[in-house]
């Protein structure tokens, strides 16, 4: 297992993460506590979670397992959650305002079972709530000792731009991550979301490494859907079943086949690779149903040639034209290239 740093933080962390969204829904407790053994026995630290992952029970089985280890275990995990989403119907049961968080956290905290979260993650943007407000709050957590560092998710590009450049005005501790959706298949992060990482040296948490399973190759259109599995979900097999079926996606799954093949890697092992060697990417969460899924993928060892990453790179870029493509790059190429003249030449 490879170890990065949490964004610009001091704290390494896992290169691969365990997610735990499956946690008390389709992965029972006894199943959950093998998959956070064998993560931790294969060297991962990084576990995340939520408060609304099945209604704060994927948190207490996490707590449950914490209490059930030794701490030569438990001290080697660097645990992460969120809050914003809603927990209740009253007025105040959801957002980034100062009383929600406060009661979130301590809610997280006791399924927990532990004192101090050591990331905090704001789960998405609230337009309700002013920056300055959930920046202070976070900023109390830390100096409180209830979390180590805090951390933002789902966040569009403004969004974050917005965050830093707030918490440095008022002098709060910034947010050293940002959590998004990240893979060969969904690369629209790359237009804002990524370069506003680099410049505010936020790391990247990646979940939906593998596209929601596409990139697995284990899905196939004329096949039966196998019970338990999102293909076998009509909403989401319909919408599993649309994307195999798009140019783009076949072009990136030969891609990905071929070089699996000379390797002698699984596909996913290609893809997981391909996003650990993207820029400002700390940690890709990897979310198992099973244990045989998440064992599956937890040694990957591969490392693409030049070439190969050209190759992805190539196949899997989003279809885009101004502002991001196409004919903006065209017109910045020539631009420099002094292809038309200025109004003052002129």
């Known amino acids: 297992?490879?170890?990065?740093?949490?964004?610009?933080?001091?704290?390494?962390?896992?290169?691969?993460?365990?997610?735990?969204?499956?946690?008390?829904?389709?992965?029972?407790?006894?199943?959950?506590?093998?998959?956070?053994?064998?993560?931790?026995?294969?060297?991962?630290?990084?576990?995340?979670?939520?408060?609304?992952?099945?209604?704060?029970?994927?948190?207490?089985?996490?707590?449950?397992?914490?209490?059930?280890?030794?701490?030569?275990?438990?001290?080697?995990?660097?645990?992460?959650?969120?809050?914003?989403?809603?927990?209740?119907?009253?007025?105040?049961?959801?957002?980034?305002?100062?009383?929600?968080?406060?009661r979130a956290l301590t809610a997280s905290l006791r399924r927990l079972g532990v004192d101090t979260i050591d990331l905090y993650q704001i789960h998405a943007w609230d337009p309700l709530?002013?920056?300055?407000?959930?920046?202070?709050?976070?900023?109390?957590?830390?100096?409180?000792?209830?979390i180590r560092y805090s951390g933002l998710s789902n966040h569009l590009g403004w969004q974050i731009q917005k965050t830093m450049d707030t918490a440095a005005a008022i002098g709060a501790d910034a947010p050293v991550t940002l959590q998004s959706g990240y893979s060969l298949l969904s690369r629209e992060i790359e237009w804002e979301i990524t370069p506003a990482c680099r410049s505010t040296g936020l790391g990247l948490l990646t979940y939906s490494p593998l596209a929601a399973g596409i990139l697995t190759g284990k899905y196939h259109r004329a096949t039966a859907p196998v019970a338990n599995t999102r293909m076998a979900d009509p909403r989401m097999g319909a919408y599993l079943r649309g994307r195999m079926s798009e140019p783009r996606t076949v072009a990136v799954m030969d891609a990905v086949r071929t070089i699996a093949e000379n390797h002698g890697v699984t596909t996913?092992?290609?893809?997981?690779?391909?996003?650990?060697?993207?820029?400002?990417?700390?940690?890709?969460?990897?979310?198992?149903?099973?244990?045989?899924?998440?064992?599956?993928?937890?040694?990957?060892?591969?490392?693409?040639?030049?070439?190969?990453?050209?190759?992805?790179?190539?196949?899997?870029a989003p279809d885009v034209d101004f502002p991001y493509g196409g004919a903006a790059v065209a017109q910045f190429t020539r631009s420099i290239a002094g292809g038309w003249a200025s109004p003052a030449a002129s």
């Open 1 to 102: 297992m490879d170890y990065r740093n949490l964004g610009r933080s001091g704290c390494a962390v896992s290169a691969l993460a365990l997610g735990t969204m499956t946690f008390g829904n389709t992965t029972n407790q006894d199943d959950a506590f093998a998959q956070l053994d064998a993560f931790v026995e294969a060297g991962g630290t990084l576990i995340d979670t939520a408060d609304v992952y099945v209604g704060g029970v994927a948190e207490t089985i996490i707590g449950r397992w914490l209490a059930a280890r030794p701490t030569d275990i438990t001290d080697r995990v660097v645990l992460a959650t969120k809050g914003r989403f809603p927990t209740s119907e009253e007025p105040n049961g959801a957002g980034a305002s100062r009383r929600h968080l406060d």
């Open 129 to 146: 709530t002013p920056a300055e407000e959930t920046l202070s709050f976070l900023d109390g957590a830390v100096r409180s000792g209830r």
């Open 268 to 316: 996913p092992h290609v893809a997981l690779a391909w996003l650990l060697g993207r820029p400002t990417v700390s940690s890709v969460i990897l979310g198992a149903r099973t244990l045989d899924q998440l064992t599956a993928n937890l040694d990957v060892d591969l490392r693409l040639t030049a070439e190969e990453t050209l190759l992805l790179d190539t196949v899997s």
